[in-house]
C-alpha cells in the first residue's frame, strides 16, 4: 500500500540555519511527490513538486527538494530559514485510490519552529 | 478569482445534530475532495469526486455524506453528528490531468473547525 513517512513530528532551527525536513515514500511505480505548508489556522499550500525529469526541483519561497528514488525519500532543505516559515509542512505522494482514481497520500506532517 | 472557499469557518455542534460543510472552487477543477485533519494523523481523504454527478469514498468514509450536483460545488454532510468528528475539514479542488493518476496539484480551502459536544 501506498504511504509517506515523515519521521520528525517537531524540529527546531535557529533562524538563518539551514533546514532539511525529511519524507520517505512508499510506492510501486514512479511515484509524483509534494511538498504543502500550513501556516497556523490556515489552509494548506503547495511548495513544489515532483513529477519527472531533473530529481532537484525548485519551489517557493525558496525551497527545494531532491527526490532520490533509491533511498525512497523526497527530502525538503532550505539554506536559510526566516522566521516566517514556522509551519507545519507535509509530504504527499500522488497515488492510485479505489483502484481508479489519482489521490494524494499525506505524511502526518512535520511542525517547524524557528529560534530567534 | 477567490480559489477554494469553504462555508462556515467554524461550528459547534451537539451530537446527533446535522450539517452540511459547502465547498465552492472557481478554478473550473473537475476533481474535488473533502480531507479531516487531526492531530499527529495528518490530512485523511473522506471523500472525493471525479466530475459533476460522481463522489467515491475515500480512506475514511463512515458517518459522512457527499453531493456534487453542480460542478463547482461539493457539500459534506454529517447526518447525525458524533465527538469522534471533531475536527478540522478541508476542502481541496484540482484539475483532471490524463488518466488523473495522482498527478494533479491540489488546491485547499481554508478550512472549517467542528466541535461536536
Known amino acids: 500500500a501506498q504511504s509517506v513517512t515523515q519521521p520528525d513530528i517537531h524540529i527546531t532551527v535557529s533562524e538563518g540555519a539551514s533546514l532539511e525536513l525529511r519524507c520517505n515514500y512508499s510506492?510501486?511505480?514512479?511515484?509524483?511527490l509534494f511538498w504543502y505548508v500550513q501556516s497556523p489556522g490556515q489552509g494548506l499550500q503547495l511548495l513544489l513538486k515532483?513529477?519527472?525529469?531533473?530529481?532537484l526541483v525548485q519551489g517557493i519561497k525558496g525551497f527545494e527538494a531532491e527526490f532520490k528514488r533509491s533511498q525512497s525519500s523526497f527530502n525538503l532543505r532550505k539554506p536559510s530559514v526566516h522566521w516566517s516559515d514556522a509551519a507545519e509542512y507535509f509530504c504527499?505522494?500522488?497515488?492510485?485510490?479505489?483502484?481508479?482514481?489519482?489521490?494524494?497520500?499525506f505524511g502526518k506532517g512535520t511542525k517547524l519552529s524557528v529560534k530567534p | 478569482n477567490a480559489g477554494v472557499t469553504q462555508t462556515p469557518k467554524f461550528r459547534v455542534l451537539k451530537t446527533g445534530q446535522s450539517m452540511t460543510l459547502l465547498c465552492a472552487q472557481d478554478?473550473?477543477?473537475?476533481?474535488m475532495y473533502w480531507y479531516r485533519q487531526d492531530p499527529g494523523m495528518g490530512l485523511r481523504l473522506i471523500h472525493y469526486?471525479?466530475?459533476?454527478?460522481?463522489?467515491a469514498k475515500g480512506e475514511v468514509p463512515d458517518g459522512y455524506n457527499v453531493s456534487r450536483l453542480k460542478k463547482q460545488n461539493f457539500l459534506l454532510g454529517l447526518e447525525s453528528a458524533a465527538p469522534s468528528q471533531t475536527s478540522v475539514y478541508f476542502c481541496?479542488?484540482?484539475?483532471?490531468?490524463?488518466?488523473?493518476?495522482?498527478?494533479?496539484?491540489?488546491?485547499f480551502g481554508p478550512g472549517t473547525r467542528l466541535l461536536v459536544l
Open positions: 481541496a479542488s484540482s484539475y483532471r490531468k490524463g488518466a488523473g493518476v495522482g498527478q494533479e496539484t491540489q488546491y
Open positions: 510506492y510501486g511505480a514512479t511515484p509524483y
Open positions: 515532483y513529477f519527472s525529469g531533473d530529481t
Open positions: 504527499a505522494v500522488g497515488a492510485y485510490y479505489g483502484g481508479s482514481q489519482g489521490n494524494l497520500i
Open positions: 478554478m473550473n477543477h473537475e476533481y
Open positions: 469526486s471525479v466530475g459533476e454527478g460522481t463522489t
